[in-house]
């Protein structure tokens, strides 16, 4: 049987390969989104980030951020020079529109103290174990749990 050279078996993949990197150039500014992502929150401060993300460079590259509503497109519209200058790119542009879905953990080490109202509805939940070490234990994760609820902001 006769073995095929490279070039038959995959001479097609060439003309593909030309679609492909035809396909990338039409989104090439697209490509420095990651790197602009990753420095979204600290060009623009946690409050900002949670209301307004990064959604796509235009042709003319400037950075179209959604927002969580017309008020926050507003108001950061009136920042947009300055962030440009951040991001190191020509012009932002804000419009609401969808943000991304994140569930932020508490920063490491803001434990907030359980009030005395915490501590009574957990020795309240703990009351009916018997064991007074694990009722301890219990009692003090569920006022640490209420006090740590308490302290996250909403978003």
């Known amino acids: 049987m ?16 030309a679609d492909v990197r035809a396909e990338l150039d039409r989104h090439g500014a697209q490509a420095g989104m990651v790197e602009l992502l990753d420095r979204w929150p600290a060009a623009v401060g946690a409050e900002i980030a949670r209301r307004a993300w990064p959604a796509r ?4 590259g400037s950075l179209h951020v959604n927002t969580a509503d017309s008020v926050w497109a507003f108001e950061l519209g009136q920042q947009g020079d300055e962030i440009a200058a951040r991001l190191g790119v020509p012009r932002v542009r804000f419009a609401p529109g969808p943000l991304p879905e994140r569930a932020e953990a508490p920063a490491v080490g803001s434990t907030a103290e359980p009030s005395p109202a915490d501590l009574a509805e957990a020795r309240l939940a ?28 909403p978003v």
């Open 57 to 60: 460079f235009a042709r003319d």
């Open 2 to 17: 006769a073995r095929r050279s490279e070039r038959e078996r995959f001479g097609g993949l060439d003309r593909l390969g």
């Open 126 to 153: 703990a009351a009916g174990i018997a064991d007074p070490e694990l009722r301890e234990i219990v009692q003090r994760a569920a006022s640490l749990g209420l006090a740590q609820s308490r302290s996250i902001p």
